[in-house]
């Protein structure tokens, strides 16, 4: 009982339900390595005892939360100052507050900031502790839009170098906003790659969310690249043609999209540009730059230095140099100061053409602008697991429990935020990780959002069906991130599909978070919020076995009519969402139309049942969806038409509430192929593919913007808001 008592104090939970109606109890050697992770010892019965006396010593006795939180309407729990204490505020302006004695509702009344309450008792105790002070929701987005989703690696014009860059993303958003009334461009995540060779390609594994990766970077738009002279110049030029051959291996030639190829060829150009001295004006930039990002991107671009002398991986690095703040860091540190400064100058560029990116969509007069995405975790041998190491539990990594779609569980092999040091930072870290982000968006996406509450911790060395439920303090982390939106003044949107715990929903859409909503899956299937959506956020997982199978909701091959989940009708989906027909793990529309996306599972082994079965139920769903679109009126071109179905299935969306409707760019060409297919690594090219029409031809920005097909479905959307 101590240890579950101990277990509940933590935050970790003793039991989960991995379908309805059922209890599975948390291993005790599992509540044991969770607890050491939060550096509480429960090995034995005497650990235990003096644990829970420590925390009642400790938390139990203190003053103050270890981060206070307050929002209009809202006042903090200050049940621990005895009567007679004082409370003083220091704003995050410079100025001070005196409270006098314990007011909660007088701490609503605060600016809204990130400021220090201090707490004096009669006695001679004092606390401080960080105050957050939120406004109660996000930003709502200005009306309704609708707008691509994209891949940005797989979106190839013929300028970029083998990979779709910000050239190409700030001429999408331009292009779309003025052609074709387009109100955002959502983006896979942007973040630093941990690098190669082989550097793992995809987005959702990145060495830091907190700066973006300059594999992005449009190098003729960078203006030192005018200056070339001389053997630069021609050396420029000779990388510029070899670029010129890679992008067309991949766009004639049937090639991959090679990433680290293109960083090679990238890389040593920005070496020549490294070496041009800035003017004034771009100096000056710079410096302010360097100034803003302060201690953060020094560290981000120290792990980059030294990483290209020991490798990628820290904890394989020399013991003097895994800890940042060590004597011996500090003098390679300085050792390495060109290098330091070459990486910090390329997340300065990043930095500019993202804003270049930014402004281009809004001058393109759209009202959102780029939806950049946050992957839910970081690599664990990355820049920020090295730069913040106390605020990551060691030893574990974050996933999913065992559920009715996968009954082994998953392993994302990324490591956790202790909630416990991020609340002792006054949540720091996360506050500068959205800041960053949210930089140059009009809205964020955030990948497995329930991760916000609970997420499933997974011990080093066991299967993910021997790890455990940790809550995060939902309060905190959702007005930290309401503040931050507000700031920026950007919308937010939750990829909250998947198995969601009740209250969850509800929760989101009150501090004004949208959620995801994708068409195939919007069924009533019980009005359960566990089961309002299928399992999809977890398909870049490398570890996550099942593939789209264990995305799918709970369905029964159907035995006649009416088998299945009734499908929700337009006016019952809920407005606060982005809405889409599919997402980057999932087929792609075509695919579900022609029956590609079966065949291309049955061929690598990754259909859940015997491929009879799955065909039938296929099909079975792809007549149910056509006959409720035949129903609705909604394809008067009858069935049996590829391109009149996608357009179909869009002009249900639009009869939807929704806030936004997002458009799969593949989907407006008729690309077959899904860019990630969950459950393989070797055998299908995630994260590697260019986008595509019917036939597997790459097609180049330039020729989506010429497409027929294209046109024909964004005109469907444009009018749907007329």
Request: glycine share 10%.
């Given at each position: 009982?101590g240890?579950?008592?101990?277990a509940r104090?933590?935050?970790?939970?003793?039991?989960?339900?991995?379908?309805?109606?059922?209890?599975?109890?948390?291993?005790?050697?599992?509540v044991v390595?969770?607890?050491?992770a939060?550096?509480?010892d429960?090995?034995t019965?005497?650990?235990?005892?003096?644990?829970?006396?420590?925390?009642?010593?400790?938390?139990?006795?203190?003053?103050l939360?270890?981060?206070?939180?307050?929002?209009p309407d809202r006042?903090?729990?200050?049940?621990?100052?005895?009567?007679?204490?004082?409370l003083?505020?220091?704003?995050?302006?410079g100025?001070t507050?005196?409270?006098?004695?314990p007011?909660p509702a007088?701490?609503?009344?605060?600016?809204?900031?990130?400021?220090?309450?201090?707490?004096?008792?009669p006695?001679?105790?004092?606390?401080?502790a960080?105050?957050?002070?939120?406004?109660?929701?996000?930003p709502?987005?200005?009306g309704?839009s609708h707008?691509?989703?994209?891949?940005?690696?797989?979106?190839?014009?013929r300028?970029?170098?083998?990979?779709g860059?910000l050239?190409?993303?700030a001429?999408?958003a331009?292009?779309s906003?003025?052609?074709?009334?387009?109100?955002f461009?959502?983006l896979?995540?942007?973040?630093?790659?941990?690098?190669?060779?082989?550097t793992d390609p995809?987005p959702?594994?990145p060495?830091?969310?907190?700066?973006?990766d300059?594999?992005?970077?449009?190098?003729?738009?960078?203006?030192?690249?005018?200056?070339?002279?001389?053997?630069?110049?021609?050396r420029?030029?000779?990388?510029a043609?070899r670029a010129?051959a890679?992008?067309?291996?991949?766009?004639?030639?049937?090639?991959?999209?090679d990433?680290?190829a293109v960083?090679?060829?990238?890389?040593e150009a920005?070496?020549?540009?490294w070496?041009?001295?800035?003017s004034?004006?771009r100096?000056?930039?710079y410096c302010?730059?360097?100034?803003?990002?302060?201690?953060?991107?020094e560290?981000?671009?120290?792990?980059?230095?030294?990483?290209?002398?020991?490798?990628?991986d820290?904890?394989?690095?020399?013991?003097?140099?895994?800890?940042?703040?060590?004597p011996?860091?500090?003098?390679?540190?300085?050792?390495?100061?060109?290098r330091?400064?070459?990486?910090?100058?390329?997340?300065?560029?990043?930095?500019?053409?993202l804003?270049?990116?930014?402004r281009?969509a809004?001058?393109a007069?759209m009202a959102i602008g780029?939806?950049?995405?946050l992957?839910?975790?970081?690599?664990?041998?990355g820049?920020?697991?090295?730069?913040?190491?106390?605020?990551?539990?060691?030893?574990?990594?974050?996933g999913a429990?065992?559920?009715?779609?996968n009954a082994?569980?998953q392993?994302?092999g990324?490591p956790?935020?202790?909630?416990?040091a991020?609340?002792a930072?006054?949540?720091?870290p996360?506050?500068?990780?959205?800041?960053?982000?949210?930089r140059h968006?009009g809205?964020?996406?955030?990948d497995?959002?329930?991760?916000?509450f609970?997420l499933?911790?997974?011990?080093?060395?066991?299967?993910p069906?021997?790890?455990?439920?940790?809550?995060?303090?939902a309060?905190?982390m959702?007005?930290?991130?309401?503040?931050e939106?507000?700031?920026?003044?950007a919308?937010?949107i939750?990829?909250?599909?998947?198995?969601?715990?009740?209250?969850?929903?509800?929760?989101?859409a009150?501090?004004?978070?949208?959620?995801?909503s994708v068409?195939?899956?919007?069924r009533?299937?019980?009005?359960g919020e566990?089961?309002?959506?299928?399992?999809a956020?977890a398909?870049?997982?490398?570890?996550?076995a099942?593939?789209p199978?264990?995305?799918?909701?709970?369905?029964?091959?159907?035995?006649?009519?009416?088998?299945?989940?009734?499908?929700?009708?337009?006016?019952?989906?809920?407005?606060?969402?982005?809405?889409?027909v599919?997402t980057?793990?999932l087929?792609t529309?075509?695919?579900?139309?022609?029956?590609?996306d079966?065949?291309?599972r049955e061929?690598l082994?990754l259909?859940?049942?015997?491929p009879?079965?799955e065909?039938?139920r296929?099909?079975?769903?792809?007549?149910?969806?056509?006959?409720e679109l035949v129903?609705?009126?909604?394809l008067p071109?009858?069935?049996?038409?590829?391109?009149a179905?996608v357009?179909a299935?869009?002009?249900?969306?639009?009869?939807?509430p929704?806030?936004m409707v997002?458009?799969?760019l593949?989907?407006?060409v008729?690309?077959?192929r899904?860019?990630?297919l969950?459950?393989?690594?070797?055998?299908?090219?995630?994260?590697?593919l260019p986008?595509?029409?019917?036939d597997g031809?790459p097609?180049t920005l330039?020729?989506?913007?010429a497409?027929p097909?294209l046109?024909?479905?964004m005109r469907e959307l444009?009018?749907?808001?007329?």
């Open positions: 009982m240890r579950a008592r101990l104090l933590h935050g970790i939970a003793t039991s989960y339900a991995p379908s309805p109606g059922k209890s599975v109890q948390t291993a005790d050697d599992t390595a969770v607890l050491a939060l550096g509480v429960a090995s019965p005497h650990a235990v005892r003096t644990a829970l006396a420590a925390y009642e010593d400790g938390a139990g006795r203190a003053l939360p270890r981060t206070v939180v307050a929002r006042p903090p729990d200050l049940t621990g100052p005895p009567e007679g204490t004082v003083r505020v220091e704003t995050e302006g100025g507050a005196d409270l006098g004695a007011d007088a701490l609503t009344r605060l600016p809204l900031g990130i400021h220090v309450l201090e707490a004096r008792t006695g001679g105790r004092t606390a401080r960080p105050l957050i002070v939120a406004p109660d929701r996000v709502a987005p200005p309704r707008g691509f989703l994209v891949q940005l690696y797989s979106l190839l014009s300028r970029s170098w083998g990979m860059d050239g190409d993303l001429d999408l331009a292009w906003g003025r052609a074709l009334g387009t109100g461009v959502q896979n995540p942007l973040h630093a790659a941990v690098p190669g060779p082989p995809s959702y594994r060495s830091s969310r907190r700066f973006p300059p594999v992005h970077l449009r190098i003729e738009h960078i203006p030192e690249y005018a200056d070339l002279a001389g053997t630069a110049r021609l420029a030029d000779e990388l043609a010129h890679l992008r067309s291996e991949v766009l004639e030639g049937g090639a991959l999209i990433r680290d960083w090679a060829l990238k890389r920005l070496e020549l540009l070496a041009v001295p800035l004034p004006g100096r000056a930039a302010d730059f360097l100034a803003e990002q302060g201690q953060a991107l560290d981000h671009a120290t792990w980059c230095a030294i990483a290209e002398r020991h490798g990628p820290w904890r394989g690095w020399p013991d003097g140099l895994r800890d940042p703040r060590s011996g860091t500090a003098r390679l540190r300085h050792r390495l100061l060109d330091i400064d070459f990486h910090c100058r390329l997340a300065w560029l990043t930095d500019q053409q804003a270049a990116a930014q281009a809004r001058d007069g780029l939806v950049h995405d992957a839910v975790g970081v690599h664990p041998s820049a920020d697991t090295w730069a913040q190491q106390d605020a990551f539990a060691a030893g574990m990594s974050i429990p065992p559920d009715a779609f082994r569980g392993d994302w990324l956790p935020w202790r909630p416990d991020l609340a930072a006054g949540y720091a996360y506050r500068e990780l959205l800041r960053g982000l949210l968006a809205a964020l996406r955030i497995h959002v329930m991760g916000l609970r499933w911790w997974v011990p080093e060395g066991r299967p069906t021997e790890g455990a439920y940790v809550r995060y303090d309060e905190a959702l007005s930290v991130l309401a503040l939106a507000q700031r920026a003044g919308a937010v939750g990829e909250d599909l998947g198995t969601v715990e009740p209250g969850v929903r509800d929760a989101l009150a501090r004004g978070v949208l959620g995801t068409l195939w899956f919007e009533d299937y019980g009005g566990r089961d309002a959506a299928p399992r956020e398909a870049e997982a490398a570890e996550a099942d593939g199978g264990a995305a799918r909701a709970p369905e029964v091959v159907p035995d006649g009519p009416g088998a299945a989940a009734r499908i929700l009708a337009p006016g019952e989906w809920r407005s606060g969402c982005l809405a889409t599919t980057h793990d087929p529309t075509a695919a579900r139309l022609t029956g590609a079966v065949a291309l061929r082994g259909l859940a049942g015997p009879e079965r065909r039938s296929a099909t079975y769903e792809l007549a149910e969806w056509m006959g129903r609705r009126g909604l071109e009858g069935q049996g038409d590829e391109e179905a357009k299935v869009h002009r249900f969306l639009l009869r939807t929704a806030r997002g458009v799969w593949p989907d407006a008729g690309d077959r899904p860019q990630n969950p459950g393989t690594w070797d055998e299908y090219p995630n994260w590697r986008i595509a029409g019917p031809r097609h330039e020729e989506l913007a497409s097909r046109h024909a479905l444009s009018d749907g808001y007329r």
